[in-house]
């Protein structure tokens, strides 16, 4: 007697539980899932300005490290989870054509350590249910200015790009490149801009004469972002407000000492961040998410 060897029930139903299982999760915390989408490549191209190409191979990458798509953002989601049932059909023609996930490669971009998916978005998601860690891909490695933010959603995209257009526009990027500030809220990077114009028109003022924006830039960045830093870590600021950054911080304390000038005149910076320390450690919610909602609608 023979036997014939019995198909492998397909993972998809599974799949798809997982999938609304996260989705309602979601929804009974209130989350609006972005972090659970896939990054559309698009869009990333034209918020970190990508300026060449280079064709790398065929190598095997981490499954966990495909973290966006050139085309079916509404397909999957961030772990290959099928978001509607008309991927069942190609879905389950995929796993039978390869029982034992000996796939052909998958054709991605990579940028930095991370890979959008143009071509094998069925492969990928079957890889996954089947508890693969990697998979073969052809990559074309892509480059940019700017680093794409690690567990980068587009919230973090665009405060990259943001971050991008602050250093060209004030002239950082080529006066102090190394100088890299970090904020929770897209629309400080304006305010900061702002900051260093005004610097910039004291300066020219106090000359008599037209300043390069790069040297503005560079004599604000050591003579006001870094002294102000150096009291905002002396004074340990960042205890009474560990979910912001240091941009956060100093943006806030000048801020401060501007809302308090028609009063108090020229509050020294010193004085400002130790009052904010007091102000931080007597707020009784200080460490909940509405207590640092309170602090993130300040800067």
Excluded: C
Aim: proline fraction near 5%; hydrophobic fraction near 35%.
């Amino acid at each position: 007697m023979s036997f014939h060897q019995l198909p492998q029930p397909s993972t998809f139903e599974k799949a798809r539980r997982r999938e609304a299982y996260r989705r309602f999760a979601r929804a009974v915390k209130g989350e609006s899932g972005a972090a659970d989408e896939l990054l559309p490549l698009e869009e990333v191209r034209q918020r970190l300005r990508l300026f060449e190409q280079t064709y790398v191979g065929i190598r095997p990458i981490p499954l966990a490290k495909i973290v966006g798509t050139a085309g079916r953002s509404r397909d999957f989601d961030r772990n290959f989870l099928p978001r509607r049932s008309g991927v069942a059909q190609r879905w389950k023609q995929v796993e039978r054509v390869f029982p034992n996930s000996h796939f052909p490669p998958i054709i991605v971009f990579q940028l930095d350590d991370s890979y959008f998916v143009v071509d094998g978005h069925h492969r990928i998601a079957i890889a996954r249910q089947r508890g693969l860690t990697h998979i073969d891909a052809e990559i074309t490695r892509l480059q940019t200015t700017t680093k794409l933010p690690a567990g980068a959603d587009l919230g973090r995209i665009i405060l990259a790009e943001q971050e991008r257009l602050l250093m060209e526009e004030s002239g950082l990027d080529r006066s102090r490149p190394e100088g890299r500030i970090q904020l929770s809220r897209a629309y400080g990077y304006a305010e900061l801009f702002e900051l260093i114009k005004v610097f910039g028109f004291d300066v020219m003022s106090e000359r008599g004469e037209v300043v390069p924006r790069e040297e503005i830039s560079g004599l604000w960045y050591d003579q006001v972002y870094l002294p102000a830093l150096d009291v905002i870590r002396r004074e340990r600021l960042a205890e009474a407000f560990p979910e912001a950054t240091e941009g956060d911080l100093f943006l806030w304390i000048y801020q401060r000492r501007r809302n308090q000038f028609p009063e108090r005149g020229g509050l020294a910076i010193e004085d400002a961040v130790r009052e904010a320390k007091t102000e931080g450690k007597k707020s009784p919610n200080r460490s909940s998410r509405k207590g640092q909602a309170r602090f993130s609608s300040r800067v």
